[in-house]
């Protein structure tokens, strides 16, 4: 493991707070993204971006902001219009071309009550 | 639109009997197919790729663009098997990939 790093692995935060999770990665990679997972709806791609100072929306992406001023950094802040926040929150990065993969965080698990 | 359809959320077998994860997509261009599989307390991590037409811990996948599934095939389970497997695709020349829903696979002695 390593080259991707996720905090914290557990947090937790009252209704109406905003609240940011980090994510960091020293594997070089232009591309990285931010994907919810909920059970039995697999992963949802809610913002990646595939260069510095660029990101765009995935399908969920009402509720959430993301920044990506350095290559090695892709914070996520859920916003108090997020509906339903509660959940487990998977960040990864990728490699380009023919061996195209994405390598994934450990997750911060996300609890709003 | 582009859609990944996984429709078992759990295959549960006994070891030594033969695997299939059913993955079926749709898309009207050429599509990348790949296998991640997240096992216990571990990150999601890739599987096999289509592209690279090999076997990985005994699984393979072919894709078959007629009925649009990349299977996921194994002919004998072990227990260390059991876990969640996501079938994925991207978009030639987009960096992204959309996954299924996930089927967990349960491996009993």
């Known amino acids: 493991d390593g080259g991707i790093t996720q905090s914290p692995k557990y947090l937790f935060r009252k209704e109406g707070q905003n609240v940011t999770l980090s994510c960091e990665q020293n594997l070089n990679h232009d591309a990285m993204y931010w994907y919810r997972q909920d059970p039995g709806q697999g992963l949802r791609l809610i913002y990646y971006?595939?260069?510095?100072?660029?990101?765009q929306k995935g399908d969920i992406a009402e509720g959430y902001s993301v920044s990506r001023e350095k290559k090695e950094s892709f914070p996520l802040t859920v916003t108090s219009a997020q509906k339903n926040p509660t959940a487990f929150y998977l960040c990864?990065?990728?490699?380009?071309?023919?061996?195209?993969?994405?390598?994934f965080g450990p997750g911060t698990r996300l609890t709003v009550t | 639109a582009q859609r990944v359809t996984q429709p078992e959320k759990l295959l549960s077998v006994f070891k030594g009997a033969p695997v299939e994860l059913k993955c079926n997509y749709s898309?009207?261009?050429?599509?990348?197919l790949f296998w991640y599989v997240q096992y216990s307390r571990q990150r999601l991590q890739l599987l096999l790729r289509?592209?690279s037409r090999e076997s990985i811990k005994g699984f393979t996948a072919d894709l078959n663009k007629g009925e649009t599934s990349f299977h996921l095939k194994k002919p004998f389970a072990q227990e260390e098997d059991s876990a969640m497997y996501y079938c994925a695709l991207k978009n030639t020349g987009f960096q992204k990939l959309v996954f299924g829903t996930g089927t967990r696979l349960l491996v009993s002695p």
């Open positions: 971006s595939q260069i510095v100072n660029d990101f």
């Open positions: 898309y009207s261009g050429s599509p990348e």
């Open positions: 289509h592209i």
């Open positions: 990864a990065s990728s490699t380009g071309g023919v061996s195209y993969e994405q390598y």
